[in-house]
């Protein structure tokens, strides 16, 4: 069992849970270093003062918020922990919506809840009570100097929680500039591309999905490791073809063969 990376109790109305977070994703994305490009040495960033000129220990280094130009209100752990007053390790959960009404866009991160100390009925109740309803806690909590808006789920047996955006943090769809086609679809097209979408239409299972390119990353490190001289290929070219019925019927036609 991994080791919680916080602790603190759901609350809502006079219920109390205690509960354990527990990271549920971990990044596999390829890291790259920064080195030397004439002797392969790693490149360092240094902590300088811009008054002084010089490096300065990580000891020295707090956080500093700009008032003005050049003018810091500088606040220490403590002073930051302060602002969540009893937020620091409660999640209040202020109501309870259909799950299915949470619009992807808004998920953030996900984490696993376990039972606190002394909390496995309280616990089982709320995932009970959860799974029943197919509902999900609205709350938020402060964790990591940020309050996070939060949802609590109940899946596979255990409490999720997944930090939400905030409705301001999301750009208007408005505000994207999607260019008019000089005529709209017509209903054959639509049709034939709900066609399509029947065909290839299955239940997402998430275990046939791998990450394909950090894997073609990992190879060519290994190649090249080994002396191989790598080769640049070309980008593929697209199809900009404007007759959406050949490539409709065109694609239906791939589908059906792969479905075969």
């Known amino acids: 069992m991994p080791r919680s990376i ?40 240094r902590r300088f003062c811009s008054k002084e000129d010089k490096e300065v220990e990580y000891k020295e280094v707090v956080k500093g918020y700009e008032v003005s130009d050049n003018t810091y209100v500088v606040l220490d752990k403590e002073e930051i922990a302060a602002a969540a007053g009893g937020r620091g390790k409660v999640i209040e959960v202020e109501h309870f919506v259909d799950a299915e009404d949470v619009d992807p866009v808004f998920y953030e991160k996900t984490y696993y809840m376990g039972a606190g100390k002394d909390g496995a009925e309280p616990y089982r109740l709320l995932h009970d009570a959860l799974e029943a309803t197919g509902r999900a806690g609205i709350g938020r909590f402060t964790f990591h100097d940020r309050e996070h808006l939060v949802a609590v789920r109940a899946v596979d047996g255990v409490l999720f929680l997944h930090t939400l955006r905030f409705a301001d943090e999301l750009v208007a769809g408005s505000d994207i500039d999607v260019a008019e086609p000089s005529r709209g679809p017509g209903k054959r097209e639509i049709e034939m591309a709900q066609r399509l ?4 239409h299955e239940r997402f299972d998430p275990e046939r999905y791998e990450d394909e390119y950090r894997q073609a990353v990992l190879d060519v490190i290994e190649r090249k490791a080994k002396g191989e001289e790598i080769a640049v290929t070309e980008e593929p070219e697209t199809d900009d073809s404007d007759d959406l019925m050949a490539v409709l019927e065109a694609s239906l036609g791939g589908a059906k063969k792969g479905a075969r």
């Open 6 to 45: 916080w602790n603190g109790t759901i609350a809502f109305g006079l219920m109390t849970v205690p509960v354990k977070l527990h990271t549920a994703t971990e990044s596999k994305t390829v890291h790259f270093s920064e080195v030397h490009l004439d002797d392969g040495a790693r490149i360092e960033h």
């Open 197 to 200: 979408i029947d065909t290839l």
